[in-house]
């Protein structure tokens, strides 16, 4: 998992991105990195035949996001922007060679339909690094939730989630979820499952001694077991890809059940080398 010392953040000036920008922040102290704020304007700022955009009032929303970022984590180093375009672009510009990239879970101009819309789902598909959509308690003191399915793209998400558990303090509970595979006999299956879990906890253990770690090996449905297990959790981590029965075409159902219906804050890790 690369190393950064950047965390970007998506502003609006509305009570979602509030929260992201306080997650954010948090982020940034965890890490020792500097916050950098992005406030997205839909339209060109000056273009033939528009009149120029006032950018005062959205220059004065991005210090207010600031200053609450420095009272939510004192010492940090906030920097802001404000640029015309379109969302994901300049979010995804802004964040290369960042650790970070966090959004609220809904919003106002730019930002409309975070969620209910494609937005989330397409800066996950897009960005060069970890977005976080910031919904759900943000206060809950469980531990991080791992869905973890094995494959090869999903390693960066257990990095990540060990790193993110770490810098927390909290625990880890890694999760996979497994449905019987044809004629095989269920103990045959869920004992498959039971090696894979250990094998992905076990890939980190000796880098991140300090994480607590609990494996559980669910027969069940993969967007209901992790929405289930986010109910108790402080964030869930998933890959933005995933393999056999449990993360399939995450930014499909899996994604949309997690963006729409998570109890707490969500990071969809991708595989850098594939961004695009």
């Known amino acids: 998992m690369r190393v950064s010392s950047l965390v970007v953040v ?12 306080v997650q954010a922040a948090r982020e940034a102290a965890w890490r020792r990195a500097r916050l950098h704020l ?10 033939v035949g528009v009149p120029s955009l006032d950018l005062a009032p959205l220059r004065r929303l991005t210090r207010q996001a600031a200053a ?9 180093e906030v ?9 994901v672009p300049v979010l995804a510009r802004e964040a290369r060679g960042a650790g970070l990239v966090v959004t609220g879970s809904r919003g106002m101009g730019g930002f409309t339909g975070m969620l209910l819309g494609s937005t989330a789902e397409s800066l996950s598909a897009h ?26 793209s999903g390693e960066w998400a257990v990095e990540f989630a060990f790193a993110e558990a770490a810098l927390r303090g909290a625990g880890l509970v890694a999760v996979h979820a497994w449905s ?3 004629k095989a006999p269920e103990r045959r299956d869920e004992e498959a499952a039971e090696r894979l879990l250990t094998r992905v906890v076990a890939s980190r253990r000796e880098r991140y001694p300090e994480v607590a770690v609990t494996r559980e090996v669910v027969r069940g449905e993969p967007r209901q077991t992790l ?10 981590v998933v890959g ?5 029965g449990f993360l399939r075409q995450l930014l499909g159902s899996v994604s949309k059940a997690l963006l729409h219906h998570a109890h707490c804050p969500v990071a969809v890790v991708r595989n850098p080398r594939a961004s695009g």
């Open 10 to 21: 998506g502003v609006d000036g509305s009570r979602w991105s509030d929260a992201a920008v």
């Open 180 to 182: 019987p595979e044809g």
């Open 227 to 236: 929405i289930g297990a986010s109910a108790a959790a402080q964030l869930v």
């Open 38 to 47: 992005v406030h997205v304007v839909p339209r060109p700022v000056s273009a």
């Open 240 to 244: 933005a890809r995933g393999g056999g």
């Open 79 to 87: 920097s802001e922007t404000v640029e015309a375009g379109a969302t």
């Open 68 to 76: 609450l970022a420095q009272e939510a984590a004192p010492g940090i």
């Open 127 to 152: 960005s060069e690094c970890p977005v976080m959509v910031v919904r759900g308690d943000t206060e809950h003191a469980g531990p991080v939730v791992l869905g973890a399915d094995g494959s090869r």
